[in-house]
């Protein structure tokens, strides 16, 4: 069997798994055929400054999956330590190239974004501006990231 076949039936096999029984919170979709193209919406969880938003995600995957990681983007707007404000981006350690195992699936990745909306990586900041807010001014991040969850529904 080729290796893009092995790792076509593998993703299949991850899709089937989260459709028929999603992590709390996440939904998991393909926009397209594209079956390397994922879209997750996040619920905001309760005991985060995200509540009651609703977030879509976009999980880009390599044709040299597992052994390399997905690449994660917020396509819905969000305030956060650990999410580039201009591009979406996620800023996850086991996401690096140097860390990621190829074990790894994309419910762990899915489970990891839900934890970072309730407890944000200090040390996986994406700027220094927001990561100033989150340590010096915290009324002020906590406002901002519950008017990106107000907007996001």
Known sequence: MSLQKQIGNRLKKELTALQKS?????????????????????????QSHYKGGIF????????????????????T??????????????CLAFLAADKW????????????LYSLLIRPEEENAFDHEVL???????WEYKQLAQQSASKAK
Do not use: C
């Open 22 to 46: 999603p992590p709390y919170g996440i939904q998991v979709n393909l926009p397209t055929d594209d079956l390397y193209a994922w879209e997750a919406e996040i619920q905001g969880p309760e």
């Open 56 to 75: 879509k995600v976009r999980i880009n995957i390599p044709e040299k999956y597992p052994m390399e990681p997905p690449s994660v983007h917020f396509v």
């Open 77 to 90: 707007p969000i305030y956060h330590l650990n999410v580039s404000q201009s591009t979406g981006q996620v």
């Open 101 to 112: 195992v190829a074990t790894g699936t994309i419910e762990q990745l899915l489970n990891a």
């Open 132 to 138: 100033n807010k989150y340590h010096h001014y915290d």
